[in-house]
């Protein structure tokens, strides 16, 4: 994942949360190109996104293609001999299996979804033309702020006294988590469990 200076800027194997603390911590960052090549069959080397059509992707400019790294640079716009510096320098972090910028591969969650690198699962080295940079921006999946509950999933006012009658759970609630974000399933996981608590309150705490 480059900035727009075509530079990598964190360990792109981060939990999704937080690369994207990571991203939008500087405004080069957005949009980012996320660069692969023909490996997979040029599809998006990657989890927990939706990918979409390839062919409308080229079409609309969110993915762009070239055959050689210097050409995707030409057509993100990006500089296309720092491109190719950084995309050597991260072959050669591939081929010793150590990300010495950034540590990628060194933290066990960093290899679970990877199993293709070697001699270190998370560093794949990009050099199998055609190459293509999807575009990348900041979006959200959820919010972390909103109404204050109890265990039972009142509503508290701000006394802390719950709200007779109200209750809350999900997004519309201050989350559980606070402001981390422990994985995939605790959004869901925390909305089915306080929902399901609200109701067992409603019905007398059965
Ligand atoms: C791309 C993506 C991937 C995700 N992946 C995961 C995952 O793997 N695991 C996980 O646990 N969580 C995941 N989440 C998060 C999870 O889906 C959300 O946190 C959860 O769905 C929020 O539920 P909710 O009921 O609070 O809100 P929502 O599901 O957003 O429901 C709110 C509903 O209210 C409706 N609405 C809005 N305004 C009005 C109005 N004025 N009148 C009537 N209706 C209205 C909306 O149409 C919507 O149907 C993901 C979210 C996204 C976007």
Redesign the pocket.
């Known amino acids: 994942m480059v900035d727009q200076d075509g530079e990598r800027y964190g360990n792109e194997c981060l939990p999704y949360d937080r690369f994207g603390r990571v991203m939008a911590a500087a405004p080069e960052r957005t949009p980012s190109w996320f660069v692969f090549d023909a490996r997979e069959d040029g599809r998006l080397p990657a989890i ?3 990918e979409g059509d390839a062919a409308a992707h080229l079409a609309a400019g969110t993915w762009v293609r070239a055959d050689t790294i210097e050409g995707l640079a030409e057509a993100c716009g990006l500089d296309p001999a720092t491109l190719a510096a950084t995309v050597e320098r991260f072959n050669g972090f591939a081929a010793s299996g150590v990300d010495e910028d950034f540590g990628r591969g060194t933290d066990e969650y960093d290899t679970f979804f990877a199993s293709a690198g070697s001699p270190n699962k998370a560093l794949v080295p990009v050099d199998t033309p055609p190459y293509v940079a999807a575009r990348f921006v900041l ?5 972390k702020g909103g109404l204050v509950t109890d265990a039972a999933a009142r509503v508290l006012d701000e006394s802390g006294t719950p709200i007779p009658g109200l209750y809350a ?4 609630t201050a989350s559980v988590f606070g402001s981390s974000y422990p994985g ?8 089915m469990t306080f929902a399901s608590l609200a109701v067992e309150d409603m019905l007398g705490g059965s």
């Open positions: 927990a996104m939706p979006s959200d999946l959820g919010t759970a999900s997004n519309s995939p399933g605790a959004p869901l996981g925390a909305a």
